[in-house]
């Protein structure tokens, strides 16, 4: 079917390397940050969150890092696999809040 | 099945046409979600049930969208007099409880084009 994405921002990726995904935030009172990933065709998959009152968050092969200074939010990917190629996108939500608010998204290719 | 069912998997529609879209939950979890997913989007939003109550519709775009869940588990979404900016995917999302946390299960959506 066709891909969700199309006219995303993408990053393209060597097969083995790390890569880095972005993300600016603009809820202030947000206090909850969650990493999706959304394969074409499918809904998007849960990978790893992170809460206010923590800097960085580590999963398997993934990291989280959250810079609420500048309202920032980055995923890191260790030894990126062909695997990995999809849309990701961040999302948060607000302590009284139970409403996930989702970014753009990026593309993610990677070469083999 | 173990994850979020959705119905139908695509559906193409003439404009002014109804039409509705289903969403069976995990079961037993008490919170679902829809949103909607233009293409090149992220997911808006449209309206959250915690069991068959709707505390939040203000996503819902206009009064032609409207949605019902019954007996705590299925959930169905209704367009009336499709449009054809209504063309998207709809996803469905279930939670064990309305919390605060964001680990929701996505279903893999019904895509709507409206011609």
């Known amino acids: 079917g066709e891909s969700v994405g199309l006219h995303l921002p993408t990053l393209s990726v060597q097969e083995g390397d790390n890569s880095i995904i972005n993300c600016a935030y603009s809820?202030?009172?947000?206090?909850?940050f969650i990493w999706y990933k959304q394969e074409s065709g499918k809904g998007p998959q849960f990978i790893i969150d992170i809460r206010s009152n923590m800097d960085k968050r580590q999963g398997q092969r993934v990291t989280v890092l959250l810079n609420k200074t500048v309202k920032h939010l980055s995923l890191q990917i260790a030894a990126t696999q062909p695997g990995d190629s999809a849309v990701y996108f961040c999302a948060e939500i607000s302590d009284s809040s139970y409403k996930l608010i989702f970014g753009s998204g990026t593309r993610l290719l990677v070469r083999p | 099945g173990a994850g979020v069912s959705q119905s139908p998997s695509n559906k193409v529609t003439e404009k002014g046409k109804d039409v509705e879209l289903r969403c069976d939950p995990i079961?037993?979890?008490?919170?679902l979600y829809w949103y909607r997913q233009s293409l090149g989007q992220g997911l808006e939003f449209l309206i959250y049930?915690?069991?068959?109550?709707?505390?939040?519709k203000s996503g819902l775009p206009s009064d032609r969208f409207s949605a019902e869940r019954t007996g705590g588990s299925v959930s169905t979404l209704t367009i009336q007099r499709t449009q054809q900016e209504d063309s998207a995917v709809y996803l469905c999302?279930?939670?064990?409880?309305?919390?605060?946390?964001?680990?929701?299960?996505f279903g893999e959506g019904s895509r709507l084009t409206v011609l």
């Open positions: 079961s037993g979890h008490t919170a």
């Open positions: 809820n202030s009172a947000s206090d909850y």
């Open positions: 049930f915690q069991g068959n109550s709707a505390p939040d």
């Open positions: 999302a279930s939670s064990l409880f309305a919390t605060d946390t964001g680990e929701l299960f």
